[in-house]
């Protein structure tokens, strides 16, 4: 059992790492081909019709891979203000019922996703002539990298150790908006 | 009585707007027919979403109908795509004659391969250029000026072939861009020309007619085949007869909004040299009409003549 | 049933901790679920809801601010600030202000602000002989100017969760008087505590000093005429100013402060992942919770609701205002702009509320609630830095609170706060 929750946690960590780094190349892309469509309507004088659609699925993937790493780096705001005033064993216990229902959502996330994907695949999305389907397939791979992350989490807790780092207050502190 | 079925039907335009009042007029008529037994109920203003997401909507049976525009469905029916080319059309009363005949029966079957029975196709009025620059009387005083399209390759395709530039920017970018020439204008109908203050920074408006995309009331078809024979009949006779009405309530629409850009300074020019901005649609129409079916379909529509 | 499956599981979820993203898509799809409805709509609408052009503007000047805090452009306006105030009365309280509004013209996160500002100004007063609590408080309410100044992302949020049809600049506009007024009262408080503590002045380094602090801090300050007056023009949209914020933060630092690193870069790049996918997470999430509060007419119903309690916009004005503050207290600013506006706004808008002066009303209400526990990210920052305890920094907080409340009050009941400038620009 613990071995198998480490494979997770070591395959889990490399998943994160390869999301974040997508991520952040998803957001210098889209930096860049906006600009690139600024520059070409206002100096150019020519507009660039596939910069919108595309720009558009790339921020679909940065945030969706960056939300999975969200969830394996617990760093989602939440209200966590109750648990500050209950004894350690519940708290563990109702984080993992949390757990629990961000593991159900994440499943659902990916199966859905999926069949949004299939159902829309015979569709078009416009001036990029791509299956519709490719809207939601960042939807389904988030889905996917959530529900491994929460696993992870939710098996720690149940096995009695400590889940990933929690949010510590700095943490929270520097990644709010 | 109490509602024993609530359909729910979205549109995207604001409550008092020709298409959402034709809806509910058929629902007027479809609750008075079933004794109160079936209940429409209109969500206006894109609250359950856009277009091509209330579209789905309908086909995955989350909702019960919708109101889009055909430009909407391109991506998913490929014959609207058709239906939608510019100049298709001579006047509204051609596109009324057309959907209401034979042609708008095949478009039906087309719709319900798709989950989506089409019940009534409601007028979107004719989309004319305005600018901020001249007034536009032939394709060669089009040449390279910027127009706001929508993102559809049609349309982007259509501007290319009169020679002006294609800007697709969300609509809310529109005035701001039209005022400080970022764009030399865009291309609407009447009613939305006047709502949206375009006519304020854009006061060249060539009725040239370039654009008449029909308009579709769908049910689910999940949400359908719950409905008896009977109730499916009188949903069928009152979403007709609430074309009417919707094509009656856009005339007037139409006609109002006319007046009143007009008498606030705008300078409609009528004198507009059709047959060029016809013949200049060529490569648009050998791109996008490639099947056999299509062309028969092109030339049917042309042979269509206006309803009285 | 339906209205209470989706708010109470939302609640419940919300009070074990659960992050505020997933109690808005939990809570929608087991409501889907218990009125039959197929659970694919929630993720359509999650997906539909941040696959929006406008909302690009976010990320976007998430990233410059990331840009700029790491690349030094806020060290230096701070640096221009002090030279040019620090010799007023409690001088290092009035340049912690002075700097949190230039700066605010550039940035739109009051947590980056106080980080920046706070990183660089508090400890400086410690050693000056200020109040740590002083030096938190000070951060903490001028670091709320931000939200108010152009840019400002939350403004992007509330339009957008009022339906995409309030205009960016007009709100842009509207609230830079609100958000002087806010630095003004600020001021005058930290001038009278000052007093009261008996806090020293800075010596008057001369003009060339302020000169060469000026030229230092220039590049970055002209970021505020790039991003606002390319926006109040319209020749680039508010997308567009926020994306050459960006590119002009990377030039800036690179080119000509050097203060970029390849390190520095990449470290910004994945904050600013992290931060956006967190908001624009909430903001997909909420896209399936308002779904269905509209299915569920819930705006319908509250509006009712108000009007058998009081028919005086004033009066409608100040519960919403007091509901604002109490759920602000507990709740962080993103999500209750995404949540609460389109129950409100249908509201007000019916008692003849101006919809881009709710706008400015909700941003300054909402932004007080990071400065209470619970829930208090701004408070937080600065109390981190100052290496104080939240409750230290509460104790002598009122007179600050005291001053934000009177903008508060002053930008509800005179709309001409807000609605004047931009209608100088129409
Ligand atoms: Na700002
Ligand atoms: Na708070």
Redesign the pocket.
Known sequence: MLGSIAALSRLNSLLSRISLWLAGSGLVAMTIIVFAQVFMRYVMNDSLLWVEPVAILLMSWFIFLGSAVGVHESFHMGFDVLLFFLPEGAGTWLRALSDLAVLTFSIGMAVYGWQLMERTWDSTLPVIRLPGGFSYMPLFVGGVLMTLFVLEHLLNRLSGRKAEAEPDAEDILMTEA | AECEITLRSSDTHPDGYPTVEGVKAMAAEVKEKTEGRICIEVFPSSQLGEEKDTIEQTQFGVIDMVRASFGSFNDIVPITQTLSLPYLYTSPEHQHAVMDGPIGEEIAAAFEEKDLIALAYYDGGARNFYNSQKPIQTVEDLKGMKFRVMQNDVFVDMMSALGANATPMPYGEVYSSIQTGVIDGAENNFPSYDSSGHAEVAKYFTLDQHLMVPELVAVSKTSWEKLSPEDQEIMRTAAKNSATIQRQLWAEQEKASEEKVIAAGAEVIRDVDKTAFIEAMAPVYEKYVTTPEAQDLVKRIRETQPAQ | MEYLILFGVFTVLMLIGTPIAFCLGISSLATVGYMGLPPLVVFQRLSAGISVFTLMAIPFFIFAGDLMVRGGIAARIVAFAGSLIGHVRGGLGQVNIAASTLF??????AVA?AAAVGGIMIPQMKERGYGADYAVNVTSMSAL????????HNMIIYSISGGGRISIADLFTA?IIP?LLLAAALSVTAYIVARKRGYPTEAFPGFARVGYYLLQSLPGMLLIAIIFGGVRSGVFTATESSCIAVIYAVLVTVLVYRSMSWRDFVHATQQAVRTTAMVLLIIGMAGAFGWLMAYLHVAQISLNWMQSVSDNPLVILLMINIVLLVLGTFMDMSPLIIITTPIFLPVVAAFGVDPVHFGVIMILNLGIGLNTPPLGPVQFVAAAVARISIWEAMRSVWPFYIAGLTVLMLVTYVPALSLWLPSVFK
């Open positions: 605010g013209g550039i940035s739109g996160s602000e100017i931000a939200l108010l100044l152009p840019p400002s609230g958000g």
